[in-house]
């Protein structure tokens, strides 16, 4: 059987242009575009571990990144963020899909519910947004946004790996609960 080809896209780093972007940065100095990446180097593994393969993108203008993508023709495309707001109270997890009814929300519904479940955050759901790595991309795509990173508590957390490897183990069995349509019991 044909592996399914997996775009993990860790959000921020080094653009086009040379400028670094940090992505949003925790009370205590947390930069979210390192962060993304640790997830997503530890979620690269579990998936090659169960048999997909992966492409994993951090730098460039996400012009390219989609393209990238596209062109190696994924399957499935992840993007992984952390959250930010003003209220340093702010918490919990949640998934964006593009559009309702389709694929994408199918797979951003099996994630939000492993993510709610491994780290015990808030649920705050999926929710739907036009971001260009959801509607430009060929594939099903799904943002997670996995806990704010402004809020000093889970900021705490991101920087222990066992955090990082919950949220890496929660998208990895909601996408093969998505994609192959079975539960996943660890
Ligand atoms: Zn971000």
Not at 43 to 49: G, R
Not at 144 to 169: C, H, S, W, Y
């Amino acid at each position: 059987m044909k592996k399914l080809k997996i775009t993990i896209n860790a959000g921020h780093g080094l653009k086009n242009s040379g400028v670094y972007d940090p992505g949003a940065i925790g009370p205590g100095g947390l930069r979210e575009a390192e962060q993304n990446l640790e997830v997503a180097k530890i979620l690269e593994k579990k998936l090659q571990a169960r048999g997909f393969e992966t492409l994993l993108i951090q730098d460039g203008d996400l012009n390219d990144v989609v393209r990238e993508s596209n062109r190696w023709q994924a399957d499935y495309f992840i993007a992984l963020h952390c959250n930010a707001s003003t209220a340093s109270t702010a918490e919990g997890v949640e998934t964006y899909a593009w559009l309702p009814g389709g694929m994408g929300e199918r797979l951003a519904k099996a994630i939000q519910k492993e993510l709610v479940l491994a780290t015990g955050l808030r649920d705050r759901g999926v929710k739907y947004a036009n971001f260009r790595v959801l509607k430009d991309t060929d594939c099903p795509a799904v943002l997670v946004e996995a806990g704010f990173i402004t809020n000093p508590n889970t900021e705490k957390l991101m920087r222990q790996d066992v955090f990082d490897e919950k949220v890496a183990g929660a998208i990895a069995r909601g996408l093969e609960e998505a994609a192959f349509n079975r539960t996943v019991i660890k």
